[in-house]
């Protein structure tokens, strides 16, 4: 089933992920997975509610090539940059072709004229967001609307001029200059470092299936980060769960053999492994002897059996 929407951003042959998610432009992270959980309870084959097959089928399709890709572009850190910096260089082109753009939709078209820009567009934005999954059949029309809507902001965002302040020249430096050294670059975190941190907190707090769901989405986006593999095993260990705390274990010392969570897992298996293994001897030397009475001799005494002949 393709999904071709011809408004807004779209029309420039640019992937309004935004709109498809119905946030805004500057949305958060955090805000922006709650977006994607709200939608997903809607069009996920395990929670959607639909009557018939085919609505579901659709509502299938939808989550699979809209928004999951959408929502994988804008939550991820670096593939946020990037699409953000897309974003900005489109910006550019709008207001270089600003005569050449049409726009259809009322919202939009009061946007264009709105005093206050960002106040009167988010206000916009979350009207249309709120009933863009309601009708599967006019979802790709709501996120036209959305596409469009974030189309003038972003024009008129871009081609707002900002005050020039002409900047002072700093004096020229007496005697000899030492040079300094330029900063250090700036390491890239994984976009996964917010999934590990919000899981080892739940690990902390004893919440092992709060952890197991953002371990599950994080593994989604790097399959073999050893830090994402070692806090699944800690949270099915603590479940209980010994084989798939072994499975993930091995998995993250196969892309760390370093890495601690996992090898703190390992301690604990080879501690219970010592337990289990007491207790079997144990169990067997009972079994072997007669049980526990057995461990003292037995019920009769042969000194009395002796006397009595």
Known sequence: MAFNIERGLFKLEFTDHHAVLGVPLDAAPNDIRKRYLKISRRLHPDSCTA????????????????VNPAYEHLFGEQSRAEHNALLGRMGKRLVQEQNKIEIHSEAAKKLSKAGNLDVDYKTALQSLAEKEYEALDRVLEQIAEISELNLIYLLRKTGKKEPTNPQPKPPKPQGPVTPVPPPPPKQETSPTETYCRRAAEYLEKNYPAKALLEMKDALKMEPNNPRCHALLAMAYWQQDQGTMAKIHMNQALKFNPQEP???EVKKLMEKQAEKDAYAAKKKEAEKSSGGFFGLFGGGKNPEKKEKKK
Do not use: D
């Not at 089928?57 to 699979?64: D, P, T």
């Open 51 to 66: 009557e018939s097959e085919p609505v579901k089928q659709q509502a299938s399709q939808l989550f699979a090539k809209l």
């Open 261 to 263: 969570t996992a090898l």
